[in-house]
């Protein structure tokens, strides 16, 4: 019996050699080579599958052990490799008309471990009910799991592969003017932790007055220089510092998988992730003049609330994660969706976050609007209101996980940090919006054994005070 893998907020995670293994990789391909079998008739699920991983720790060889798996259950596979941003993996299901996708990618976890997310025929995330489907057609061994060599899948066919860049390029061209910023002048620190975003900001915006420098863009597993690639402090510190050193206008950040994006201003100093998302918000509403809805989730930003009454369109709240956030992108054809985490994706494009599309987004507006990203926050506050935000992860033993939730279920508190709260929100974690309209959110990851707390207030001094409030609710 091997050992029980459950899907967490997108995909299965775990630690290289202790659980993740071959062998386990292998049953969660056969798991969803069942769910697809079950789901697709003869002539659709001749479409295929895309399969691809990042730069972690052998992804490319979990990946083809994947492909293995498909190609034995005689579904086509289109392999395209390690180091292949996860947006581009999405992307390449749109392009090549496959019915889903598997990507070995642990994103911002730290090094010790590795990942598998599936996708479906949108390139999205699959909702929570098909990911248990999923999770329950597992086999409990590695017995009754179905293989065909990787070489042999490719001799006959069943495997093909491919070079997903050409798709993809197409599609940033269709959905960005990129020469202006290429002619704008402006000095751009591109920071890709090491990952799937090396190489792709300086490949798109060469060749005019804009000077592109890139750092830690070698393949290196362990991530030097932070504790885990994800775009959030401490991990951005390093490459803030490069780029106020470097006196760069802007510093573009995107996680281990490219699907996720920090900013760092002129001043080296960090943008958080829920004023990145309003701040793209306001470019696709005001730079562009797009209409259409927003959908965010429990844990972003209140000023996306602000910026839908001020434009007047509809904003949506969902759980934490894209496979709650894709499938609200796709029944109200939103113009964006994001999360806290630094994932946003766009009208256009897939259902899916894009950490190289967000930070072309940004880079045009700062073109658009000739501000520095300092003064485009300046600019989004005259419209909203300050607004500022933190998060604190504490890690906690799965024990305790139980005990935690049910103090938090029994104790709904009527103040917090003293101020009144005015509604809740029990969807997924513990949401307590106060009267002043600032907000706590007390929430258990999906993917790692931790417990989040975050905040966002009017002042840095209310955030702290909430955020000591949250911590002394679990304790």
Request: proline fraction near 5%; glycine fraction near 12%.
């Amino acid at each position: 019996m091997g050992s029980v893998i459950t899907f967490g907020t997108d995909g299965w995670r775990a630690r290289i050699a202790e659980d993740y293994t071959f062998d386990n990789v292998r049953r969660c391909a056969q798991g969803f080579a069942t769910y697809l079998l079950k789901k697709y008739s003869p002539d659709r699920l001749s479409r295929g599958v895309v399969i691809g991983g990042d730069r972690r720790f052998s992804s490319e060889h979990f990946a083809a052990a994947a492909a293995e798996v498909l190609a034995g259950n005689g579904i086509h596979v289109h392999f395209c490799g390690g180091g292949v941003p996860t947006p581009e993996i999405s992307y390449s299901v749109k392009a090549r008309g496959a019915i889903g996708a598997i990507n070995i990618t642990a994103s911002h976890n730290p090094p010790t471990d590795n990942g598998f997310k599936v996708r479906d025929e949108t390139g999205g995330a699959i909702a929570p009910d098909g990911l248990k489907q999923i999770e329950q057609l597992i086999p409990a061994d590695i017995t009754s799991v179905k293989r065909v060599k990787f070489a042999e899948a490719v001799s006959s066919g069943i495997i093909k592969q491919f070079d997903p860049d050409p798709e993809y390029l197409e599609q940033l061209h269709r959905m960005i003017d990129l020469e202006p910023i290429r002619q704008s002048g402006m000095k751009i620190l591109v920071d890709p932790m090491w990952g799937n975003g090396a190489g792709w900001f300086p490949r798109l915006l060469s060749g005019g007055k804009a000077e592109v420098i890139e750092i830690h863009s070698e393949r290196n597993p362990a991530f030097p220089e932070m504790s885990r690639p994800e775009p959030i402090p401490p991990n951005v510190d390093a490459g803030l510092a490069k780029g106020k050193k470097a006196g760069a206008d802007v510093v573009i950040i995107t996680d281990g998988d490219a699907d996720r994006v920090g900013i760092g201003d002129e001043n080296g100093a960090f943008v958080d992730q829920l004023r990145v998302y309003a701040l793209l918000a306001m470019y696709l509403l005001e730079t562009r003049g797009m209409r259409g809805a927003i959908v965010k989730t429990l844990s972003t930003t209140s000023m996306l609330d602000a910026l839908g009454k001020l434009y007047n369109v509809p904003v949506y709240e969902t759980g934490v994660g894209f496979k709650y956030v894709a499938p609200k992108m796709m029944e109200t054809d939103a113009v964006a969706g994001g999360e806290e985490s630094g994932g946003y994706a766009f009208r256009g494009h897939v259902p899916e976050r894009d950490g190289i599309l967000a930070g072309l987004f940004f880079l045009d507006l700062m073109g658009k609007t000739k501000l520095k990203p300092s003064q485009l926050l300046a600019r989004l506050f005259e419209k909203v209101g300050p607004h500022y935000y933190d998060r604190i992860d504490i890690t906690i033993e799965e024990s305790q996980r139980e005990g935690l939730l049910s103090k938090l279920k029994g104790q709904v508190p009527q103040k917090v940090a003293g101020i009144e709260v005015a509604t809740t929100n029990l969807s997924d974690g513990f949401k307590y919006i106060l009267k002043d309209g600032s907000w706590l959110l007390i929430r258990f990851s999906g993917t790692e054994p931790l417990v989040r707390i975050y905040s966002e207030a009017p002042t840095k001094e209310r955030v702290a005070a909430i955020l000591v409030e949250g911590r002394n609710l679990i304790r």
